[in-house]
């Protein structure tokens, strides 16, 4: 108990002296890698998916068993 309040002590000393608006640059650079990392990341899924293609549409097509059964129903 004695821990925590002396962690709540230190934590709202510090946001009482730190300064509430941080002043910070971005350069053109990190746009440019974001950018970067937006297409590797889009390049990446669609590469997955085309590897797992097959396997993902045996995922969401209905069973064949389950075919032969309401063909049989009828």
Request: no cysteine; glycine share 4%.
């Given at each position: 108990?004695?821990?925590?309040?002396?962690?709540m002590?230190?934590?709202?000393?510090?946001?009482?002296?730190?300064?509430?608006?941080?002043?910070?640059?971005?350069?053109?650079?990190?746009?440019?890698?974001?950018?970067?990392?937006?297409?590797?990341?889009?390049?990446?899924?669609?590469?997955?998916?085309?590897?797992?293609?097959?396997?993902?549409?045996?995922?969401?097509?209905?069973?064949?068993?389950?075919?032969?059964?309401?063909?049989?129903?009828?």
């Open positions: 108990m004695k821990r925590l309040f002396r962690f002590i230190m934590t709202l000393f510090a946001a009482s002296v730190l300064p509430n608006a941080l002043l910070a640059y971005i350069d053109p650079g990190t746009g440019s890698y974001i950018l970067q990392l937006i297409i590797a990341a889009f390049v990446g899924v669609s590469f997955t998916v085309k590897i797992f293609w097959k396997r993902i549409k045996r995922f969401f097509s209905p069973k064949k068993a389950e075919k032969t059964e309401t063909l049989d129903e009828k």
